[in-house]
């Protein structure tokens, strides 16, 4: 095999990123234990349960309980499958609002729960009067998003964990893409801000691990019970993951990153992403783009058809918005240089491509 992984130069799509090395490292090392069989590999279980402490220090969560799962849309399932297992009703929904990411949509057609998409108000975050409407006594799970996929915005968590009391629900906060960034920001997003029941934090994005290390927290231990099954041939007993065999190498990476970076190497990477995203939401701006104000670092602007497409041509890895807006990911890998490159491209190109117009 003599394919290589393609470079990080150009990529402004993801919201994965180049590991740490020693995330990196530890990913390697690790890559052929098995935290689903804890009785035989014990050194990576005791490892999972470091990497679940470290993030409830980031997410301001005591004795925090939970697992290293496969990514975002893991943890996300699980929250919705708790909250199903937990409730009494035969009808179950789940209200979430459209700028959840679609791993909410695979939780509901595999666990048979209705989903509630409400709409978002002019901040592009999670309406609380539409929230509100949308619950009823059938609602085993309210969701704010912290870091939208789209456009990085913050739902009010406060709000909307008020709201899931109401109905008697649990509250699910997905941070998988914010959670590394959130701290260094006066948003309130977290357990010590909100009555949190569970939460998406996912050390494989802003965490700079490797892939995979997805995270689910939850505030009280026991409602990992209501996704144990019996495991009658393993010296453990039960088994909480939705994932029965999995890699080591996330679980250790994550360990690594956190290590090496909680906290002041991940704020050091908040403020220079933030400063980044505002360069070029103002370079774009400048050039008479139209331009979705950032707020974590993500910038999302209108560009034609026919411009996205010569930037793609030029080796640009970019992608959009449902609205059709391009949108780029400040992620680690993405330095200012990258930015300047980028903006240079984008201005020899654009004298070929109108620039704002939808021209198809
Ligand atoms: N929750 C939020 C808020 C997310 O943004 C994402 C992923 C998930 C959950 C699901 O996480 P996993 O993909 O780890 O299961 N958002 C991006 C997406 O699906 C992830 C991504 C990653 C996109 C790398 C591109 C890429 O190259 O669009």
């Not at 530890?26 to 590999?41: K, S, V």
């Not at 949509?105 to 709409?119: N, T």
């Not at 807006?325 to 190109?349: K, N, S």
């Amino acid at each position: 095999m003599r394919a290589e992984p393609q470079s990080f130069s150009r990529v402004l799509s993801s919201m994965c990123t180049e590991p740490h090395p020693a995330a990196r490292e530890a990913a390697e090392r690790f890559l052929a234990t098995n935290p689903g069989d804890p009785a035989t590999y014990p050194t990576i279980a005791a490892l999972e349960a470091e990497a679940i402490s470290l993030l409830g220090e980031v997410t301001g969560l005591e004795d925090a309980s939970g697992y290293v799962a496969s990514g975002g849309t893991e943890a996300n399932v699980q929250a919705v499958r708790i909250a199903r297992n937990r409730s009494e009703t035969t009808t179950p929904n789940v209200v979430v609002s459209e700028s959840g990411h679609f791993s909410f949509q695979k939780a509901a057609d595999v666990l048979g729960v209705e989903l509630r998409l409400v709409p978002v108000g002019d901040e592009r975050r999670a309406d609380v009067t539409a929230v509100r409407e949308a619950v009823d006594e059938d609602t085993v799970l309210v969701v704010g998003v912290a870091g939208t996929t789209e456009y990085g915005r913050v739902d009010p968590i406060p709000e909307l964990g008020t709201i899931a009391q109401t109905v008697d629900a649990l509250f699910h906060v997905d941070a998988a893409w914010g959670g590394f960034v959130l701290p260094f920001t006066d948003h309130e997003w977290h357990f010590a801000h909100a009555p949190v029941d569970t939460m998406t934090i996912d050390p494989h994005k802003m965490g700079q691990a490797a892939i995979p290390a997805g995270g689910l927290l939850v505030r009280e231990a026991e409602l990992l019970d209501e996704l144990a099954v019996d495991t009658p041939y393993l010296e453990s007993t039960s088994q909480a993951t939705l994932t029965g065999t999995r890699s080591g190498a996330g679980v250790a990476s994550a360990v690594a990153a956190m290590e090496e970076l909680w906290p002041g190497g991940y704020h050091a990477q908040y403020h220079r992403a933030r400063a980044n995203a505002e360069w070029l939401a103002d370079a774009l701006a400048d050039r008479g783009f139209d331009v979705v104000e950032p707020d974590l670092p993500i910038v999302a602007a209108s560009v034609s058809d026919r411009l996205f497409e010569a930037l793609r041509e030029a080796g640009w890895r970019l992608s959009r918005t449902g609205a059709g807006e391009m949108r780029i990911v400040c992620m680690p890998h993405v330095t200012r240089a990258t930015l300047e490159e980028f903006v240079a491209d984008l201005d020899r190109l654009a004298t070929h491509a109108a620039p704002v117009a939808n021209d198809g």
